[in-house]
């Protein structure tokens, strides 16, 4: 069974502090990757779709990368707007084009 | 242009009552999806619309459950004998053809069942 597991499930960082999220993914043949924003009350917001391992994509502060076990979403000196929860998805071959989520990653990020 | 839209934003209902929730999804958008979001969960899978047709329901979690797309355009998730555990935010997305491509969501209706 294809499995999405996000971690940590919450994280407090200073303005400036960069870290990274992890999504670890056990699928039987990965589509696609993605990774979407989604603020309170609000629908998911997209960032970034990865289909190969090596693969790495960059918008703003943001940078997604790929293996074959994992996606690390990289945020580099962040900033309050930056406060979200941060959603991991794939779409695998077996499983028709529905996306399966993990239960994501709550950043807080304080001035 | 216009992103996906849902309406209502928020539903307050009485167990045992029925509800339709609407998507409207991107223009030219073939495919779209139903998902379902509880609290502190990602998204759920609920049911994919290739054009007017039901092309995996595969996630719908019981016959009380059914939506429709009779155009290929908007479409209509509905809810028969709602039950407290049915409270949760139902999330529509829609992508340019399906397959493996960027699903694009809207922002949800909350369904709060009494």
């Known amino acids: 069974e294809d499995q999405v597991t996000q971690s940590p499930e919450a994280l407090r960082l200073q303005e400036g502090e960069s870290s990274s999220l992890n999504c670890s993914y056990t699928?039987?043949?990965?589509?696609?990757l993605f990774w979407y924003r989604q603020d309170p009350g609000k629908g998911p917001e997209f960032l970034f779709t990865l289909y190969s391992a090596g693969e790495e994509k960059e918008k703003e502060r943001l940078k997604a990368t790929l293996t074959k076990k994992e996606s690390f979403l990289h945020i580099t000196a962040p900033k309050p707007e930056d406060s979200a929860t941060y959603l991991c998805?794939?779409?695998?071959?077996?499983?028709?084009?529905?996306?399966?989520f993990g239960k994501g990653t709550s950043l807080l990020v304080t001035p | 242009g216009a992103g996906v839209s849902q309406t209502p934003s928020n539903k307050v209902t009485e167990k045992g009552k029925y509800v339709e929730l609407r998507c409207d999804p991107i223009s030219g958008h073939t495919a779209l999806y139903w998902y379902r979001q509880s609290l502190g969960q990602g998204p759920e899978f609920l049911i994919y619309?290739?054009?007017?047709?039901?092309?995996?329901d595969s996630g719908l979690p019981n016959d009380r459950f059914f939506a429709v797309r009779p155009e290929g355009s908007v479409s209509t998730l509905k809810i028969q004998r709602t039950e407290r555990g049915d409270s949760a935010v139902y999330l529509c997305?829609?992508?340019?053809?399906?397959?493996?491509?960027?699903?694009?969501f809207g922002p949800g209706t909350r369904l709060l069942v009494l």
């Open positions: 699928v039987s043949g990965l589509r696609g």
């Open positions: 619309f290739q054009g007017t047709g039901a092309a995996d």
């Open positions: 997305a829609s992508s340019f053809q399906g397959s493996w491509e960027t699903q694009y």
């Open positions: 998805a794939v779409q695998a071959g077996g499983s028709g084009y529905a996306l399966n």
